[in-house]
């Protein structure tokens, strides 16, 4: 399956965006995916993931309680709504899939992943 992020931008803090992470092929629906971001200078890290069947999702405690991901297996799109944004969270935002995961925020479990998002956020 190959992916395609969108829907980055420039937001002041306090603000919101919405991800999308568009992917190929008819079998999305058996993916688990996951978002995860890297800031300069930083790793990549883990944001958000929702299982292949949809009924697990995982957060990094970061960002719980202002982002929300979710997908729409019709649409072959996986979205991240991020609220109440910081400065802290601007970064390079990717998703990633891995066939029948579990909703884990391991990198090393995705093993394919979309071009980044760029979001950034001002104070």
């Given at each position: 399956?190959?992916?395609?992020?969108?829907?980055?931008?420039?937001?002041?803090?306090?603000?919101?965006?919405?991800?999308?992470?568009a992917a190929s092929?008819?079998?999305?629906?058996?993916?688990?995916?996951?978002?995860?971001?890297?800031?300069?200078?930083?790793?990549?890290?883990?944001?958000?993931?929702?299982?292949?069947?949809?009924?697990?999702?995982?957060?990094?405690?970061?960002?719980?309680?202002r982002f929300t991901?979710?997908?729409?297996?019709?649409?072959?799109?996986?979205?991240?709504?991020?609220?109440?944004?910081?400065?802290?969270?601007?970064?390079?935002?990717?998703?990633?899939?891995?066939?029948?995961?579990?909703?884990?925020?391991?990198?090393q479990q995705y093993?394919?992943?979309?071009?980044?998002?760029?979001?950034?956020?001002?104070?």
């Open positions: 399956v190959q992916l395609q992020a969108s829907g980055g931008g420039l937001v002041q803090a306090g603000g919101s965006l919405r991800l999308s992470c092929g008819r079998t999305f629906s058996r993916y688990t995916m996951g978002w995860f971001r890297q800031a300069p200078g930083k790793e990549r890290e883990f944001v958000a993931a929702i299982s292949w069947s949809g009924g697990g999702t995982n957060y990094a405690d970061s960002v719980k309680g991901i979710s997908r729409d297996n019709a649409k072959n799109t996986v979205y991240l709504q991020m609220n109440s944004l910081k400065p802290e969270d601007t970064a390079v935002y990717y998703c990633g899939s891995v066939l029948y995961g579990s909703a884990q925020g391991i990198r093993d394919n992943w979309g071009q980044g998002t760029l979001v950034t956020v001002s104070s």
